[in-house]
Structure formats: structure tokens, C-alpha cells
T-cell receptor, first 122, second 107 residues
Framework: QITLEQSGPTLVKPTQTLTLTCTFSGFSLSSSGVGVGWIRQPLGEALECLALISYDDDKRYSPSLQNRLTITKDTSKNQVVLTMTNMDPVDTATYYC???FGYGYMDAFDFWGPGTAVTVSS | DIQMTQSPPSLSASVGDRVIITCRASQNIFTYLNWYQQKPGKAPELLIYAASRLQSGVPSRFSGSGSGTDFTLTISSLQPEDFATYYCQQTYSGLRTFGRGTKVEIK
């Protein structure tokens, strides 16, 4: 059974750094074709993919946010961590982690965490 | 970046209706296109991957088609549990970008 759990703050102050942890079970991030991504969604708005890390440590970032984002994995702990620096109220959103599975260009987020609602306010 | 444009942004339909949602990519993405369903307060769920392949456990009333730049998601007979927001996502280039969603509401 594949599950993803998320942990991290629900309230951060402007200019602070957000650190979110995704702890998963039921799959290994060292297996071919597997990745974990972070996606966010402001209230009432669309999904935005922020970052993706693959089994081979390939990392991809949103072009508009890449200077603020870092994604890392700890395969032994089954965890993926996303940090986002210099948080601003416009970053208020629900943040999801999700497993990506597939080969070549044919992949999809097939399992999702429950989401963490993050508010940026002083 | 590849831009994904969904239409319509929202629609009203009745139970039993056939519903078609379209997604257009700003460049050729072959069949590297997924569809997700999201209900309020919940994480999205994968419905269709690679444009037309039904994810395990998804009812057969959902189907996807298209290639290149134009894609459709069809719900053959809308059920009460299908009222939700639907997103397309490309996986061809760079980070996986989503469309802005289509909200399916009860008429």
C-alpha cells in the first residue's frame, strides 16, 4: 500500500524559509521510473508543479521559482524535502507531495499526500 | 514552457449527460497528457495517463483521446460523484505543467 504523509509548518512569516517534508511508504525512491514532486494550489486556483526529484537524483524546478526552491531526497528515510526561501503572502497555498511513476515522457502523479495548508502572514 | 489551455473553465450538466472537456497544448506533446479529478478539500486523483490510458480503478465512463496539441476528456454518463474540477497535465517537457481546470457543476 502506497502512502505519502506531509509535515511542516502551517504558518510562516514573510521572508522566512518554508521546509516541507514528504514521508512515503510502499515504494522506493531508488527504483527506476519513480520520482516525487511538490505541487501547490492557492485557494480556489489551479495546480502548480513546483519541483520534481527522480530516482536518479535528477531535479526539475518551476522556472519562475527555481531560485527559491531546493528539493532533496533521503532514500534511506523514504523522505523528500522541499525548501522555499523568502516566503511571501502570495505563496499562501495548499502544498501537496505526490509520487511520479513512469518511463520516458510517460509519467504521472499516481499517489498524492493529503496536502498542507500553508499561510504566509506576519 | 508549455502552456496548457482548458475549456470551458466551468460547465453545468445533469446526471446522465455526456460531458466533454478539452485541453490544448501550446506545442506538440504527442500523447504525453494526463487527466486528474479533484474534489473540494481533497488531493487530485489520476484518471487518465498517456492521453487515453485509464488508471486502474477508474470507472470506464471516463475516457481520453487526442494527440499532438488537442485532447479531450469525456465522461459518457455523468454520475453524482463526478461533480468536481478536472485538470490536464503535460509530461513532455520540463516540469509537468497543469491546465487551469474545468469545474463541472450540477445543473
Amino acid at each position: 500500500q502506497i502512502t505519502l504523509e506531509q509535515s511542516g509548518p502551517t504558518l510562516v512569516k514573510p521572508t522566512q524559509t518554508l521546509t516541507l517534508t514528504c514521508t512515503f511508504s510502499g515504494f522506493s525512491l531508488s527504483s527506476s521510473g519513480v520520482g516525487v514532486g511538490w505541487i501547490r494550489q492557492p485557494l480556489g486556483e489551479a495546480l502548480e508543479c513546483l519541483a520534481l526529484i527522480s530516482y536518479d537524483d535528477d531535479k526539475r524546478y518551476s522556472p519562475s521559482l527555481q531560485n527559491r526552491l531546493t528539493i532533496t531526497k533521503d532514500t534511506s528515510k523514504n523522505q523528500v524535502v522541499l525548501t522555499m526561501t523568502n516566503m511571501d503572502p502570495v505563496d499562501t497555498a495548499t502544498y501537496y507531495c505526490a509520487r511520479s511513476f513512469g518511463y520516458g515522457y510517460m509519467d504521472a502523479f499516481d499517489f498524492w499526500g493529503p496536502g498542507t495548508a500553508v499561510t504566509v502572514s506576519s | 514552457d508549455i502552456q496548457m489551455t482548458q475549456s470551458p473553465p466551468s460547465l453545468s450538466a445533469s446526471v446522465g449527460d455526456r460531458v466533454i472537456i478539452t485541453c490544448r497544448a501550446s506545442q506538440n506533446i504527442f500523447t504525453y497528457l494526463n487527466w486528474y479529478q479533484q474534489k473540494p478539500g481533497k488531493a487530485p486523483e489520476l484518471l487518465i495517463y498517456a492521453a487515453s490510458r485509464l488508471q486502474s480503478g477508474v470507472p470506464s465512463r471516463f475516457s481520453g483521446s487526442g494527440s499532438g496539441t488537442d485532447f479531450t476528456l469525456t465522461i459518457s454518463s455523468l454520475q453524482p460523484e463526478d461533480f468536481a474540477t478536472y485538470y490536464c497535465q503535460q509530461t513532455y517537457s520540463g516540469l509537468r505543467t497543469f491546465g487551469r481546470g474545468t469545474k463541472v457543476e450540477i445543473k
